[in-house]
């Protein structure tokens, strides 16, 4: 019997639309109603999260700043002076300052997404400690991002502060934990998290009187406004943030006032009243349960240092 040569019949895969118009869409649509926080931070979201960090009820950032200072000899003790020093989401690389006078890294390496604020950031310090080599990395560094090749006789540490392992699922978290520990092998990570507390305290963090946060959430719509055409009415949606208990997170949602239409891009879609877009989880550890989690990507947990009222922690976690 003759057989027909197999011919090769090209595949067409769907390949899903990526970005803002898409996955709001997608959120809109449902089953599941939720987005990703990375949205939030636009210039104007970035200029609000800034404004969140010194407000009086939002402890985190002011509590890591303490640990941080009040500790950081005492950390460069247990990591080591000299070493290649990669901050993770580095913003305007505010509290590295606090490590570098002890920490005397060879190098830093500062990564975030936002390359012209990243550059003025960078040259500044460069500025501030003239005899540090300052390279900005300009990138995702939840993706692959490439950095310049390892310095000879220098561990390479990585600094991710300010608990933003926090707003990662857990799938999310581990997984950027098992490439840090992979890229840190023979340093380690110093690691800052917020920790379980009294719900009354996370409840007010997220909730401040001057109504910035909400400002900060309603953003993700005046965005899409921006940026995508998009005519939402703010005033039809309220800020919602609520601390769930049995998954330890803050949890915040954009819930409609109203019955309404919205539209995305040519898309349609009709909002119940009290629909809720999810659009923030800020999950909150135990010092035990940062180090499972640590262990579990390969890390070896060392060190914890801690505030007085054990609000946060941070944590040096060997690679
Ligand atoms: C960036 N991240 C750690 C903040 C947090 O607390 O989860 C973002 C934030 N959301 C509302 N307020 C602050």
Redesign the pocket.
Known sequence: LATAPLRAVPVEVPVPEEGFAADLRRALAGPVHSIS?KY?YDAEGSRL?DL??GLPE?Y?TRTERGILSAYASEMAEEIGRGCDLVEFGAGSCSKVRLLLDHLRPRRYLPIDISGEHLEQAAAQLEREHPGLLVLPVTGDYTAQVHLPPPLEGAPRVGFFP??????FTPAEALQFLRMAAKMLQGGGLLLGA?LVKDPALLHA??NDAQDV?AA??LNLLARANRELGCRFDLRAFWHS?FYNAAERR?E?HLVSRKRQQVEVGGAEFELEEGFSLHT????KFTVDSLRRLALQAGFRPGAVWTDERRLFSVHWLRA
Do not use: V
Request: hydrophobic letters at 30%; proline letters at 8%.
């Open positions: 926080p939030f999260f969140i960090c939002y985190p300010g608990s933003t392992i926090g707003n917020d963090a997220y946060t900060f959430n943030s803050i915040m923030e989880n800020s999950c």
